[in-house]
């Protein structure tokens, strides 16, 4: 299983090599285990990484077909018709920075800055710089910055200029 985020209300949501994202909720019956209460299969590629958003009601999809997937963690129905594709190759990190803009990393070697619309979709900001090799951590930090590590373990901290 490649990737598993908690939510806000305490659910669990897993991504996975099967294609599918999972969302479970805590077992009453049960303290401590967890039930599964619906699966997402609308996938066409593994999940490579969840988070979800800061407004708590949508969650954030990346996955190995190049695309980012916003859909509503409540019911597991996409947001948008379309994904948001950039990428040209497999996105293997997505984070939220304060201002709301999405981050992802991928193997294609870029980091792309995503600004949020009035209708509340992702439109490509700005594309850094490639690196030198895949993206596969991204990591936001308290001072509106964020650290990229890439697959040949170096790190680049990134300051975001406070007019953009």
């Known amino acids: ?25 805590e077992d009453n019956n049960s303290s401590g285990t967890y039930k599964k209460t619906f699966t997402i299969d ?8 969840l988070l979800q958003l ?3 009601r949508l969650a954030s999809s990346a ?18 018709h379309t994904s948001l594709s950039a990428h040209n190759g ?18 294609d ?9 009035d209708d509340f979709s992702f439109v490509e900001s700005m594309r850094l710089p490639e690196e030198n090799d895949f993206i596969s951590i991204l990591h936001v ?3 509106k910055s964020f650290i990229s ?3 040949n373990y170096i790190m680049k901290i990134y300051k975001e200029k406070d007019d953009e």
């Open 54 to 56: 800061k407004d708590g």
């Open 1 to 25: 299983m490649p990737c598993l985020i908690q939510t806000k209300d305490q659910r669990i949501i897993t991504g996975a090599f099967d294609f599918n994202i999972k969302v479970w909720e």
């Open 63 to 80: 996955n190995n077909e190049n695309t980012i997937k916003i859909w509503n963690e409540q019911n597991g129905r996409f947001i948008f």
């Open 141 to 143: 930090m308290k001072d």
């Open 90 to 107: 497999s996105v293997t990190s997505i984070i939220q920075l304060p201002d709301g803009k999405l981050v992802t990393g991928g193997r």
């Open 109 to 117: 070697k870029l980091i792309i800055i995503w600004k949020e619309t």
């Open 149 to 151: 590590s890439a697959n």
């Open 42 to 49: 609308k996938m066409t590629g593994a999940v490579q990484c």
